[in-house]
């Protein structure tokens, strides 16, 4: 995967899939802040999440990302990982990292 379909990833996942499924979500980082896709998403596009939780979390995430892609006859688009990194913006969101958000777009 180049750097290209790294960062199409990224903007698929920032602006594509949170305007169908969390019109909230959206807007806060795409409208309200104007967040560039790669600032947040470039290393759980890249590693998988694996920077983000334990090895022993990370290995059966993994396992539920690779087992949902082979299921579904995905080779290399693992929508599920697009569904989990949008969960874990709304967790971020949820707990109040509204303001941490607004640090990494240079807002007050």
Same mark, same amino acid.
């Given at each position: 995967?180049?750097?290209?379909?790294?960062?199409?990833?990224?903007?698929?996942?920032?602006?594509?899939?949170?305007?169908?499924?969390?019109?909230?979500?959206?807007?806060?980082? &795409? =409208?309200?802040? /104007?967040?560039?896709? %790669?600032?947040?998403?470039?290393?759980?596009?890249?590693?998988? +999440?694996?920077?983000?939780?334990?090895?022993?979390?990370? &290995? =059966?995430?993994? /396992?539920?990302?690779? %087992?949902?892609?082979?299921?579904?006859?995905?080779?290399?688009? +693992?929508?599920?990982?697009?569904?989990?990194?949008?969960?874990?913006?709304?967790?971020?969101?949820?707990?109040?990292?509204?303001?941490?958000?607004?640090?990494?777009?240079?807002?007050?």
């Amino acid at each position: 995967m180049c750097v290209n379909r790294f960062s199409q990833k990224c903007f698929e996942v920032q602006k594509k899939l949170p305007s169908q499924e969390d019109p909230e979500v959206y807007n806060l980082l &795409v =409208e309200t802040y /104007s967040i560039p896709p %790669q600032v947040f998403l470039l290393r759980w596009v890249r590693l998988l +999440f694996c920077r983000e939780f334990k090895v022993e979390d990370t &290995v =059966e995430l993994w /396992s539920n990302l690779f %087992q949902d892609a082979c299921v579904n006859g995905e080779t290399e688009n +693992f929508s599920l990982a697009d569904y989990f990194a949008l969960a874990m913006i709304r967790y971020y969101i949820g707990f109040g990292c509204e303001f941490a958000i607004r640090q990494v777009a240079g807002c007050p």
